[in-house]
């Protein structure tokens, strides 16, 4: 490898590590609380409530448990203090962009607000228990999203729109007398969650990439070590 | 050097990124008109739009106080004009007066745009010199509206047909 080379993965790391992600994960924190009024089409900023910061905190040690972050490598007293703060920064912003996330998929208010909370701490409590590597924790989280957005944005969506159709009616029917006092939003704050979750896996995963890059030891050996230690 | 310049660029792009997102969070804006207006406060070039302004004048001085208000607020969306704000609630003040009962709710609204004129105007006591008005001074046009809201005998006294609008 030339010095060139190496220079230029260096400038893209930095790169990477300073510009990007911090402006993709800060993106996700901006656009993760917003909502477009149904009838006046207008913005609706929503701040995330407090169970969305305490997912963030779970899913943070989660992260830390996988290896996506790492604390011991990336903040350290052998590092420059400008690359402690700037790595610092981009823990607030990760821990920012993940409470957002939860804020886009978690309905605003009633008893589907307390459910899907519910679901999310269980699951992420849970998982503090199991053995993860990266790949696998992103997976879980996409599919954990994934499933939230669906259920949100397109099946209580498509509920409570006012040209609801099969659904509604079936639904009208089974949860006849039930309050769930969901507020209504324009189709156009589906696409926004979308973006948003679409964006924070994005980063999560160029996160992995960066954390990969850093030569440290393989996943799969720390993983087999961990698997024969607790054998 | 040159990843030490992109780390320091990048913490003080992604610093003023953030700022700006607690910002747009705390003034919540609805269009992006209204961003932009926001900015312009922050940024402290905010001004009002006089051509609304004078024209809001003239139909408060026609009696046309819901139609006044509708151009003043067009004329200050982003309520930051304490001159505006003092004619909005003169506006309420007029509409809501009554010779035999004032409206409570026009009189609540004109409390609460009377407030705004006078947290607009910290400094110095807000006078506005216009002779078709009555009352000149936010201060005074506050107590008005304030007594305007209280309940006391003296309301069913037959003699207060007589009094004059300020």
């Known amino acids: 490898m030339t010095t060139t080379d190496t220079n230029n993965r260096a400038r893209n790391r930095a790169l990477l590590d300073f510009v990007v992600l911090p402006f993709l994960f800060l993106t996700v924190a901006l656009l993760g609380g917003l909502r477009i009024g149904a009838e006046s089409r207008t913005f609706i900023f929503i701040t995330p409530p407090l169970a969305t910061l305490l997912f963030a905190v779970l899913l943070m040690?989660?992260?830390?448990?996988?290896?996506?972050?790492?604390?011991?490598?990336?903040?350290?007293?052998d590092l420059p203090p400008l690359t402690n703060v700037a790595h610092i920064w981009l823990f607030v912003t990760i821990f920012f962009a993940s409470a957002q996330a939860f804020n886009s998929v978690l309905p605003e208010r009633g008893l589907l607000h307390w459910l899907f909370s519910f679901c999310f701490l269980w699951t992420l409590w849970n998982n503090q228990f199991s053995s993860f590597d990266s790949r696998r924790l992103l997976r879980s989280l996409a599919i954990l999203f994934g499933t939230a957005f669906v259920i949100k944005h397109m099946l209580l969506a498509s509920l409570y729109s006012p040209e609801g159709g099969l659904l509604k009616r079936v639904a009208g029917t089974l949860l006849?007398?039930?309050a769930l006092d969901t507020p209504i939003f324009a189709p156009a704050t589906g696409y926004i969650a979308f973006f948003t979750l679409a964006l924070y896996?994005?980063?999560?995963?160029?996160?992995?990439?960066?954390?990969?890059?850093?030569?440290?030891?393989?996943?799969?050996?720390t993983d087999l070590i961990g698997v024969h230690l607790r054998l | 050097m040159q990843s030490k310049l992109i780390q320091i660029a990048g913490l003080v792009l992604s610093i003023a990124f953030a700022a700006f997102i607690i910002w747009i969070y705390a003034t919540e804006p609805r269009t992006f008109k209204e961003v932009t207006t926001s900015a312009e406060?922050?940024?402290?070039?905010?001004?009002?739009?006089?051509?609304?302004?004078n024209s809001a004048l003239s139909l408060f001085r026609r009696e046309q106080f819901r139609a006044a208000r509708d151009e003043w607020q067009r004329a200050d969306p982003a309520?930051?004009?304490?001159?505006?704000?003092?004619?909005?609630?003169?506006?309420?003040?007029?509409?809501?007066?009554?010779?035999?009962?004032?409206?409570?709710?026009?009189?609540?609204?004109?409390?609460?745009?009377?407030?705004?004129?006078?947290?607009?105007?910290?400094a110095s006591p807000l006078?506005?010199?216009?002779?078709?008005?009555?009352?000149?001074?936010?201060a005074e046009l506050k107590a008005e509206l304030e007594q305007g809201l209280e309940r006391s005998w003296s309301d069913v006294n037959p003699l207060k047909v007589l009094r004059t609008r300020k």
């Open chain 1, 61 to 77: 040690l989660l992260l830390v448990r996988s290896g996506l972050l790492r604390f011991q490598q990336w903040i350290g007293s």
């Open chain 2, 127 to 138: 006078t506005i010199e216009d002779p078709d008005l009555h009352m000149h001074t936010a």
């Open chain 1, 201 to 221: 896996i994005t980063g999560l995963i160029l996160l992995a990439f960066c954390t990969d890059e850093r030569g440290s030891k393989p996943q799969m050996n």
């Open chain 1, 176 to 178: 006849q007398g039930v």
């Open chain 2, 79 to 122: 309520q930051r004009d304490a001159r505006t704000q003092f004619y909005i609630a003169y506006s309420f003040y007029r509409e809501g007066w009554g010779r035999v009962y004032f409206d409570q709710e026009l009189f609540k609204q004109g409390v609460e745009a009377v407030n705004r004129a006078i947290a607009l105007s910290p």
């Open chain 2, 41 to 53: 406060v922050a940024a402290g070039t905010y001004e009002i739009n006089q051509e609304n302004f």
